[in-house]
């Protein structure tokens, strides 16, 4: 990459278009050649292109680059989740996972190196934030994962953001990518397949139905009071239950998508019967599924894990009150692909750069 590159994966396409347009003298339509190329056909060779003319792949081809993240390292499990540590610009190193599930595979990425939201449970919440990453940066993890599967035959038919990092608190690079990874000239996802998931920043839930961003939502609740979840999620004192419920209720008025609520279920702390019938009452009426997310106690922070039995007891509970409730056991265990073993491993190696998955990440999808 030159001084004088743009980074292709950094444009929306409106943006490549006014790109074109003033420093190419191109039209529309040779960005959504470019477009189909790059995204349809993971062609980046200009060479290759052969409907543009000869001049204008010249001055593109000075014009663009098309970075790569390298894969630091990859795990697989028995059950077919693969781990990958990737590092992207200035050597920091961030997580993604193929989540191998019976009727499909799902790709979590991350959207920030660290994360300032201070989830208890989560070891990326004990790093802080480092960084955002740029939507190259997320579609680098994506292209990279694209790549490496053709190794294994398959692909991932889901993408979720819930790596490291709180998406929202990324937005703007993250609404580009989800744009991007939806749009019909682009990755062409069904919108209803990618998916962002908040720790509960009310005003950028907002911003995703203001803004116009076609995305599925999935809201990390993990507790039925607020005193519980200030001390398991510090964003709480910002946004309490109260708050953020009516926030997914006017998304989901406002897109006509259910929204998933991704529960965490730490043993003893948030998962009483009390808590169970709060949750049913919290939840009454809106257009939501629930998650149960078992607590891996490997990932060592002092919480415990529920009983399987206890986990089916919530489930039962849910159902027969009305609620969707579906069960996202750890996958990946032989490799730890809960909560940053490998980033650990990588750490022993190369103490200065230490991403650590997310909490949920686990369970993602
Ligand atoms: S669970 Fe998500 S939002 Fe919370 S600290 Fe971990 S990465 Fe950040």
Not at 80 to 88: D, N, P, S, W
Not at 122 to 127: Q, V, Y
Not at 320 to 342: E, P, T, Y
Request: with cysteine.
């Amino acid at each position: 990459m030159t001084q004088s590159q743009q980074d292709f994966y950094n444009c929306s396409y409106p943006e490549l278009v006014e790109i074109l347009e003033r420093d190419f003298a191109a039209s529309k339509f040779r960005a959504t050649q470019l477009f189909e190329w790059v995204y349809r056909k993971g062609v980046t060779d200009f060479s290759q292109m052969t409907n543009i003319g000869r001049d204008l792949r010249a001055r593109l081809e000075q014009g663009f680059c098309f970075p790569r993240a390298t894969v630091h390292d990859r795990q697989i499990s028995q059950d077919g989740t693969r781990k990958y540590l990737f590092e992207v610009d200035g050597g920091d190193l961030v997580e993604a996972v193929m989540i191998k599930q019976a009727s499909r595979m799902t790709l979590c990425v991350s959207s920030q190196v660290g994360c300032a939201m201070a989830c208890g449970f989560c070891r990326t919440g004990t790093m802080g934030l480092k960084r955002s990453l740029s939507t190259s940066e997320i579609l680098q993890q994506v292209n990279g994962v694209i790549e490496d599967a053709k190794s294994f035959g398959d692909s991932f038919s889901n993408i979720v953001f819930m790596g490291m990092g709180e998406p929202l608190h990324n937005f703007d690079n993250v609404a580009r990518a989800v744009r991007n990874l939806t749009n019909s000239i682009g990755y062409a996802m069904s919108p209803r397949k990618v998916t962002v998931s908040t720790s509960g920043l009310v005003p950028e839930i907002r911003r995703l139905v203001e803004e116009k961003v076609n995305v599925s939502l999935a809201v990390s609740l993990n507790a039925s009071s607020d005193e519980v979840r200030t001390q398991v999620m510090p964003v709480n004192k910002r946004w309490p239950i109260k708050e953020l419920l009516a926030a997914v209720r006017d998304f989901a008025q406002g897109t006509r998508k259910t929204v998933t609520i991704e529960y965490v279920m730490l043993g003893g702390l948030n998962d009483t019967r009390d808590d169970m019938k709060r949750l049913v009452r919290l939840l009454h009426g809106l257009p939501v599924k629930v998650n149960l997310i078992p607590y891996n106690d490997n990932a060592g922070l002092g919480f415990n894990s529920p009983t399987r039995d206890w986990v089916f007891e919530w489930q039962r509970h849910l159902n027969q009150h009305g609620l969707q409730a579906f069960i996202r056991w750890s996958k990946g265990a032989d490799i730890a692909a809960a909560c940053g073993q490998l980033a650990t491993a990588s750490k022993r190696q190369r103490p200065s750069r230490l991403p650590v998955l997310a909490g949920e990440a686990q369970a993602a999808a």
